[in-house]
């Protein structure tokens, strides 16, 4: 199914202001008619206004307006008639109707506002919600709900993402799918947890995430960028049938799920700690060589190879320990 545009009915004010003086005719018609009539002549003229006003009704769901990014896909009797876009005052055939299978569909996105009528009444005033048969060209934002998926290493990770969309095809969107803003949802997951399970939380050895044989240092925490770009084109590839063009994919929540996110926390701390250590470590051993080696230079003390390895084990203790040092004061001889 190709989309039909019609261009050539932007005439709305032109055939309003026929209809409206086809009516005053209509009514004078009337009026002359009557007042024929009792004096004794043809009553052809009130006939034919009268007529005129039980039908003249017909030609009003002819007219539709449409604001910008706005599109109406119409079908005559059951076929495809065409697609009207652009903002203006357009007149279609009275006989043909709007299709928008999603129209009452409201997703947890930008675009779906509800349109609401009241009326008031005896009884108080009555609001009603009418959904639109008009379709959005905008862009539109589509934040679906947070996943619970298992990365590449069987974690289980929380993982949502804001998708932004827009209508490119109408006539695809509305009589290919049965309904383009929940097959566009259904997707959106699909290709997500189709993603997300090819990637470890983070960088993990011995993982391959581009498919080409080698480990790689992707993940899912520090390649989001590449991450989101690989489901983007994911889900474009699915929702192309729908006439949807998706502009941009993004990460919008990530996280280890609750029932390792405790341990996953040690994890990390317990990773933390040891890099810490490591660099206290070396600058504890740059330090004492550097004291060594000034001590010898400036021959400020003689030290045999005994006391150099015990000074060097207290000084690695004082640097590296997790408590301040308590000095200790040798009053008497160095030997």
Not at 299 to 306: A, G, K, R, S
């Amino acid at each position: 199914m190709n989309e039909i545009l019609i261009n050539k009915k932007k005439n709305g004010m032109a055939v309003l202001l026929i209809t409206i003086l086809l009516h005053i005719l209509a009514v004078v018609a009337v009026i002359f008619g009557a007042i024929t009539e009792e004096a004794g002549g043809s009553p052809a003229l009130l006939i034919v206004g009268i007529v005129y006003l039980c039908i003249g009704w017909i030609v009003i769901p002819g007219f539709k307006v449409l604001r910008p990014q706005e599109a109406l896909v119409l079908t005559l009797f059951g076929k495809y008639a065409g697609t009207l876009k652009g903002d203006g005052f357009y007149f279609v055939n009275p006989f043909c109707v709007a299709v928008n299978p999603a129209a009452k569909t409201q997703l947890n996105q930008s675009g779906d506002v509800k349109t609401t009528l009241t009326a008031v009444t005896a009884q108080g005033s009555v609001s009603a919600e009418i959904p639109s048969k008009k379709l959005s060209l905008k862009l539109m934002t589509l934040n679906n709900n947070r996943q619970k998926i298992n990365d590449c290493l069987g974690n289980p990770v929380e993982i949502g993402i804001a998708v932004t969309w827009k209508i490119v095809d109408t006539a695809k969107a509305v009589f290919n799918v049965d309904n383009f803003k929940e097959y566009l949802s259904l997707q959106c997951d699909t290709a997500l947890r189709n993603i997300v399970r090819l990637y470890p939380y983070d960088v993990a050895p011995n993982v391959d995430t581009t498919g080409d044989g080698l480990a790689d240092d992707g993940s899912l925490r520090g390649s989001s960028d590449i991450v989101a770009g690989r489901i983007r084109d994911e889900i474009q590839q699915r929702v192309e049938v729908a006439g949807i063009e998706i502009i941009e994919a993004r990460i919008t929540y990530l996280a280890y799920a609750t029932e390792i996110a405790a341990v996953m926390l040690q994890r990390q701390q317990a990773s933390a700690i040891i890099d810490a250590r490591k660099m206290i470590v070396d600058g504890a051993v740059g330090m004492v060589e550097m004291a060594l080696e000034r001590l010898n230079e400036k021959q400020t003390v003689v030290l045999d190879e005994e006391r150099k390895a015990a000074m060097v084990s207290n000084l690695l203790v004082v640097l590296c320990g997790n408590h301040d040092a308590q000095p200790v004061v040798n009053s008497g001889s160095l030997y």
